[in-house]
């Protein structure tokens, strides 16, 4: 059976889980004096609760009867301190609990940010984005609540209660049982509501979490619902969606309009149980008309407490369905090698130092495993080059399709490898290995004579300069999209941008460096866009740059002024470079031909037109010569 994934919304755990609570009350350990101080208070509350009543008991049974005004004054001006100090109290509560739950969700959504940059990209990949964001806010609220208006209001509540039920039983134990007789209908009411209301936020959370997952992918993808005219259907959909989620609420809505009346019938039922078993005995004068109006109150508070308890459990569900989603996040194990490196700076400096060569092994790759398939779904045939390891040797069964098929090369420091070959050849797959996005099943990645997967990836990651093919820039200023790799000073920045062009670009933006670009560089062409890329390439520094089809969208004339910028960059550096367009990598040292996944041709641009073989036909397709390509070879 599949592991259970973050796509599986609905949990049916427990309503209280011990090690999911450790685990959770571990983030208000720093947190503790701010609970104290809670406590206190609540526990101070719990006391006054039952001034009033007193206050009433004496009243009745002592003052009035004997006319004292002064007393009764004095018993107001009491009551009326008492009022100003749960206020305080009350304030105090409430700030403090708030405090201490805006804090552990800090510090949960930092860690959860953390960790996730941390995952591998297989993981992104069978995990909407919608879903995730619905961790990192709605179930990180979730537990908010629970330290809010729960744990902590719930030990009020506990309190209330302890101290009600023994002054109710200390004045007349008689009484007390007589109001005490509907507690365990309030038990059995609690409990059926509890039942319902728990289904219904499971069904209000897998609803929210589709919701966001469709507003996420509709939203990213709004031009392509725009130009194929899919607005209608996409509204019906959301239409759809939102309907379920609204019904799901409703059920829970439901649930509460029937549970408080249900509630307020029990109490009104118990004080009227206390007021017939007490008649009789105010008649007969063993039982003062004080002591009854004091009860009456105390019943009163006497439920409400037990009422919000059974609200307090539905806050301890949600939270521990939110905490089983949040820590099976967190959970997931994050990408190896993404510890911070003590050495880092020295480490890249040592590499970029030495210069970058890099070898390809026997690599062969499917992302079959790599997503998290597995081996029962991928089938027999698949497990043997998986079972016996990365540096595996021996044959190959083929129970998967493999994106790529015992890849080899090496491309020394300071020489240009080009990857060509049709979409689906391989290409940006050994870019992606290379990056340790995925890992291979089989074979090795070198880096100067070691396995990438022995180098930490902030060390692997800085010695390289990526260029994609699809340019993601952040929203913000023009600099600090630039800088990302290294904090580097204005002068730095502009000689960036100066060497592939982009300094023109930047000149003629509203604000120049300062300028603000929307979520991905929205706001620019694709082509200025790809310049500050190149910039930002350039800026990294990078002993290995990898060109994923760099210069697809750009004109002719800043595509020139790119080829110039990146012979200039690429001297001394090593390179690997993806193309479509054979012209712009005719000066390379070797170029491999993929097909299949397979490197069936290899050698310099003029030798492999010679050979008269899949290269030359490539050529002959992009440049439309129809007559022997050999008499068309430049002469570069």
């Known amino acids: 059976m599949a592991a259970r994934t973050l796509a599986d919304d609905e949990t049916r755990g427990r309503a209280y889980d011990a090690r999911l609570a450790r685990r959770l009350f571990a983030y208000v350990r720093p947190w503790r004096g ?8 609540i526990t101070i509350q719990a006391g006054l609760q039952l001034v009033g009543p007193l206050l009433t008991r004496w009243v009745i049974d002592t003052a009035l009867p004997a006319r004292d005004t002064t007393v ?21 509560e409430t700030l403090l609990t708030a405090l201490l739950g805006q804090r552990v969700m800090r510090d949960l959504r930092q860690e959860l940010f953390a960790h996730m940059q941390r995952l591998p990209v297989s993981f992104y990949d069978r995990s909407p984005v919608g879903r995730l964001v619905t961790r990192t806010t709605s179930d990180v609220e979730a537990l908010n609540e629970l330290f809010t208006s729960g744990v902590v209001a719930g030990l009020g509540d506990l309190f209330t209660l302890a101290a009600i039920s023994v002054v109710m039983l200390w004045i007349d134990w008689k009484l007390a049982l007589a109001a005490f007789l509907v507690i365990p209908l309030v038990f059995l009411v609690s409990r059926v509501f509890q039942k319902y209301v728990r289904s219904s936020y499971r069904e209000i959370r897998t609803r929210l979490a ?8 509709r939203l990213a993808g709004v031009r392509v619902v725009q130009l194929f005219g899919r607005e209608r259907d996409e509204r019906a959909r959301f239409d759809e969606l939102n309907a379920s989620h609204l019904d799901a609420h409703l059920k829970s809505i439901r649930v509460y309009a029937l549970y408080f009346p249900a509630i307020e019938f029990l109490t009104t039922l118990a004080l009227a149980s206390l007021i017939v078993s007490s008649g009789t005995r105010v008649q007969e004068g063993a039982l003062t008309v004080g002591t ?6 105390l019943v009163r508070r006497f439920f409400q407490p037990l009422q919000d308890l059974s609200e307090k459990f539905n806050i301890l569900q949600a939270a521990m369905a939110a905490s089983e989603r949040i820590f099976t ?10 510890e911070t490196t003590r050495d880092r700076d020295a480490r890249v400096a040592s590499i970029r130092e030495r210069g970058v060569t890099i070898t390809f092994d026997d690599v062969w790759f499917h992302y079959e495993s790599a997503q998290g398939v597995s081996d029962d779904a991928i089938g027999p045939d698949a497990r043997g080059p998986d079972a016996r390891g990365p540096d595996a040797r021996g044959p190959v069964n083929e129970g998967v399709r493999w994106v790529l098929r015992g890849v080899s090369f090496t491309v020394a420091p300071g020489e240009t490898i080009a990857l060509v070959g049709h979409t689906g050849a391989g290409k940006s797959t050994i870019v992606n290995l290379l990056l340790r996005f995925y890992e291979p099943q089989r074979g090795r990645v070198l880096l100067n004579g070691t396995n990438i997967r022995e180098i930490p990836l902030d060390v692997l990651r800085a010695v390289m300069g990526y260029v994609q093919q699809d340019i993601f820039l952040f929203a913000g200023n023009v600099a600090g999209n630039i800088r990302l790799s290294a904090p580097l000073d204005q002068a730095a920045l502009e000689r960036a941008a100066a060497r592939v062009g982009a300094d023109r670009i930047i000149a003629g933006l509203p604000g120049g460096w300062e300028h603000e670009l929307s979520e991905r560089g929205a706001g620019i062409s694709v082509g200025e866009r790809q310049l500050l890329a190149f910039a930002r390439a350039v800026a990294a520094d990078p002993a290995l740059l990898i060109l994923d089809e760099a210069t697809s969208a750009v004109d002719s004339e800043i595509e020139a002024d790119i080829q110039r910028a990146v012979a200039t960059l690429m001297q001394g550096r090593t390179t690997i470079a993806i193309a479509h367009r054979l012209s712009t990598i005719a000066d390379a040292d070797e170029i491999l031909v993929l097909h299949h996944g397979e490197v069936v041709e290899r050698g310099a641009h003029r030798a492999l037109l010679a050979a008269a073989g899949q290269y030359e036909r490539l050529f002959r397709l992009e440049s439309g010569v129809a007559f022997p390509a050999a008499l068309q070879v430049p002469t570069s």
């Not at 107001?76 to 109290?89: E, G, H, K, T």
């Open 210 to 217: 589709q919701l966001n997952a469709f507003l996420q992918e």
């Open 72 to 92: 009764v004054t004095m018993a107001a001006a009491a009551f009326a301190l008492v009022l100003v100090v749960q206020f305080a109290i009350t304030y105090g």
């Open 34 to 41: 701010l609970v104290v101080a809670a406590v206190v208070l």
């Open 292 to 297: 009854v109006a004091a009860f009456l109150q």
């Open 329 to 338: 996040l967190i959970d997931t194990p994050a990408a190896p090698g993404t």
